[in-house]
Nanobody
Framework: QLVESGGGLVQPGGSLRLSCAASGFTLDYYTMGWFRQAPGKEREGVSCISSNDEMTYYADSVKGRFTISRDSGKNTMYLQMNNLKPEDTATYYC???????????????????WGQGTRVTVSS
């Protein structure tokens, strides 16, 4: 199971840190990532981090502003989001990630649906 948190309302230029807490499996064994879904828009892969932390992926729209990381001791993944823009407004989900030509997302082990996500709203 994956539980996302940390979203909220922030002004343009502000920052948020999203958390993805895992239970029932070890995050370190998997390439993990974040995707987002805004109303009326297609799902967008935001960022992924490989199981050995040696490879990361960022969508062009967030490069230089977002940083993905994980804490093995807490079995938790993070997404630090800086210089937020209105177009970052969406619900953010964490999931297992496959780094192909473009990232593909999968349910975590033992799960058959996405988590509840965490809502990010960037507005003045």
């Amino acid at each position: 199971q994956l539980v996302e948190s940390g979203g909220g309302l922030v002004q343009p230029g502000g920052s948020l840190r999203l958390s993805c807490a895992a239970s029932g499996f070890t995050l370190d064994y998997y390439t993990m990532g974040w995707f987002r879904q805004a109303p009326g828009k297609e799902r967008e892969g935001v960022s992924c981090i490989s199981s050995n932390d040696e490879m990361t992926y960022y969508a062009d729209s967030v490069k230089g502003r977002f940083t993905i990381s994980r804490d093995s001791g807490k079995n938790t993944m993070y997404l630090q989001m800086n210089n937020l823009k209105p177009e970052d407004t969406a619900t953010y989900y964490c999931a297992v990630c496959a780094l192909d030509d473009s990232p593909t997302f999968y349910f975590p082990p033992g799960a058959y649906s996405w988590g509840q996500g965490t809502r990010v709203t960037v507005s003045s």
